[in-house]
């Protein structure tokens, strides 16, 4: 009767591991990729992009430790820029003013409200804006801001 009520345990065990081990609907499990963000324009493979100098670059506005690896891609058309983001945020750029000097892109990092329990990982997706001209020899400036969104 002990090996019954043992054998059964175990069962009952291996189902719950096995359940709990199964992948998100999302598709994003530990270890993996997000989605690629939603809108009109799309980061795109390494191969495609074009780095944007430091020296181009004003990223003083952003936290410290903040990401600040920009380029463009489309023949400088578009704007790429390493967003962050972590456990329930999500974040996206928003082209902020566009000036014959300079581009300006906020980093607008959204968080539920009210807060709810949520992991703490950091992650960092490539975030984009399409320009009405192409950057040439236009400063980008980096801004970051954080948005409350109802949950």
């Known amino acids: 009767m002990r090996r019954l009520h043992t054998t059964v345990g175990a069962g009952a065990l291996l189902l719950a591991l096995a359940a709990c081990a199964q992948q998100p609907s999302e598709g994003i499990g530990f270890g993996g990729q997000p989605p690629a963000p939603q809108g009109p324009v799309q980061p795109k493979p390494e191969q495609e992009r074009a780095p944007v100098s430091g020296a181009a670059v004003d990223a003083s506005a952003l936290p410290e430790g903040y990401p600040r690896q920009v380029w463009t891609q489309d023949g400088e058309s578009v704007v790429v820029a390493t967003g962050q983001e972590g456990g329930c945020s999500h ?32 992650r960092y997706p490539p975030v984009a804006v399409r320009l009405d001209a192409p950057l040439d020899q236009r400063q980008v400036v980096l801004e970051q801001r954080d948005v409350k969104v109802p949950a």
Request: charged share 30%; hydrophobic share 40%; net charge negative.
């Open 91 to 122: 974040v996206r750029a928003e082209l902020v003013e566009q000036t014959d000097a300079r581009v300006t892109l906020a980093l607008i990092e959204e968080t539920p409200e009210p807060p709810k329990m949520c992991t703490m990982d950091l």
